[in-house]
Nanobody, 130 residues
Framework: QVQVVESGGGLVQPGGSLRLSCAASGFKLDDYPITWFRQGPGKEREAVSCIRNIDATTYYADSVKGRFTISGDRAKNTVYLQMNGVKPEDTAVYYC???????????????????????WGQGTLVTVSS
């Protein structure tokens, strides 16, 4: 069974750092892209970052470029989102998701708000506040 499980959320002060994890099971990181989405209070869900591990392609939303870094660990079958220099506007529930297609890359994944072959995690809350 394909599954992704997020962890690592919590309360962090502005300017601080946090690392989110997305543990994959039922597939290997090289099989499908993994995308981090977030939904802040009163906001629509948006794609934050994506990685297609097999060719190391990545995507970052303009709002997080230069502050967030996505990476994949094949040995642990886990994708990480390193969040540095966090801002109050980064407060959101963060979800990781995978699209079950070997031909879809990040360019497509981040532009699809939903898909019937997408598997979502349960989400992890990140709160940026002093």
């Amino acid at each position: 069974q394909v599954q992704v499980v997020e962890s690592g959320g919590g309360l962090v002060q502005p300017g601080g750092s946090l690392r989110l994890s997305c543990a994959a099971s039922g597939f290997k990181l090289d099989d499908y892209p993994i995308t981090w989405f977030r939904q802040g209070p009163g906001k629509e869900r948006e794609a934050v970052s994506c990685i297609r591990n097999i060719d190391a392609t990545t995507y970052y939303a303009d709002s997080v470029k230069g502050r967030f870094t996505i990476s994949g660990d094949r040995a642990k079958n886990t994708v990480y989102l390193q969040m540095n220099g966090v801002k109050p506007e980064d407060t959101a529930v963060y979800y990781c998701a995978t699209d079950l297609s070997s031909v879809i890359g990040c360019f497509t994944s981040v532009r699809m708000s939903s898909w019937d072959r997408r598997v979502w995690g349960q989400g992890t809350l990140v709160t940026v506040s002093s």
